[in-house]
């Protein structure tokens, strides 16, 4: 319990934490209810089909509301889901497919843009390379997000994290190249389909 975990802290403060339950092979969430997560907690399974919720990443919406980027390991695709609630005890939470191009989804970085909207970064197993998305909707439900390629790294993983500049294009950084090394990319729009500058930070010791 609680493998590819990722915390967030609600407006009072009280974490707010994505995992993966290995027994169960399901995505689960834990939101405190103190500071320390001494007292009551309220734990939920969020999704439980297949085996999923690895390599998770959380972020809160402006309604205090969970936002989970995670990966299916059954169906090897990229999986969103948005709570409807602080805790996901409501029921009826949005759980869609937002990549299922091949085998995709893990080491996923997400980040909400300007309106609520999920941007995330992952890995392409397939392709060996590092992937982007920017949803539409808040859900990732339309059916037409913008999905391009950042960089290929050649690698068979990339430990991706991301982040959004002022301006909202993404930043984001990952172990990348034939002989290892720390990378950086910073797209220089929204989408990142336009220009982008990629450099390698460290190379060294196989950073």
Same mark, same amino acid.
């Given at each position: 319990m609680g493998k590819h975990s990722s915390l967030a802290l609600d407006a009072s403060g009280n974490p707010v934490i994505s995992y993966f339950d290995e027994t169960n092979r399901d995505l689960k969430l834990v939101h405190c209810n103190d500071p320390d997560c001494s007292g009551s907690k309220s734990v939920v399974t969020i999704d439980s089909t297949g085996t999923v919720g690895m390599f998770t990443s959380l972020v809160l919406d402006a309604s205090g509301d969970p936002v989970i980027s995670y990966y299916d390991?059954?169906? /090897?695709?990229?999986?969103?889901? /948005?709570?409807?609630?602080?805790?996901?005890? #409501?029921?009826?939470?949005?759980?869609?497919?937002?990549?299922?191009? #091949?085998?995709?989804?893990?080491?996923?970085?997400?980040?909400?843009?300007?309106?609520?909207?999920?941007?995330?970064?992952?890995?392409?197993?397939?392709?060996?390379?590092?992937?982007?998305? /920017?949803?539409?909707?808040?859900?990732?439900?339309?059916?037409?997000?913008?999905?391009?390629?950042?960089?290929?790294?050649?690698?068979?993983?990339?430990y991706i994290s991301l982040a959004l500049d002022a301006s909202g294009n993404p930043v984001?950084?990952?172990?990348?190249?034939?002989?290892?090394?720390?990378?950086?990319? /910073?797209?220089?729009?929204?989408?990142?389909? #336009?220009?982008?500058?990629?450099?390698?930070?460290?190379?060294?010791?196989n950073n």
């Open positions: 390991n059954i169906n /090897h695709d990229l999986k969103l889901a /948005h709570c409807y609630d602080p805790n996901c005890t #409501g029921g009826g939470e949005s759980i869609v497919v937002v990549d299922n191009n #091949g085998s995709v989804g893990r080491y996923s970085s997400l980040a909400l843009d300007a309106i609520g909207q999920p941007v995330i970064s992952y890995w392409d197993n397939i392709n060996k390379s590092v992937k982007l998305v /920017h949803c539409n909707d808040p859900n990732c439900s339309g059916g037409n997000e913008s999905i391009v390629t950042v960089d290929i790294t050649q690698d068979s993983f990339s984001i950084s990952y172990f990348g190249g034939i002989n290892g090394g720390l990378k950086l990319a /910073h797209c220089n729009d929204a989408n990142c389909i #336009g220009s982008r500058t990629i450099i390698m930070v460290d190379s060294s010791s």
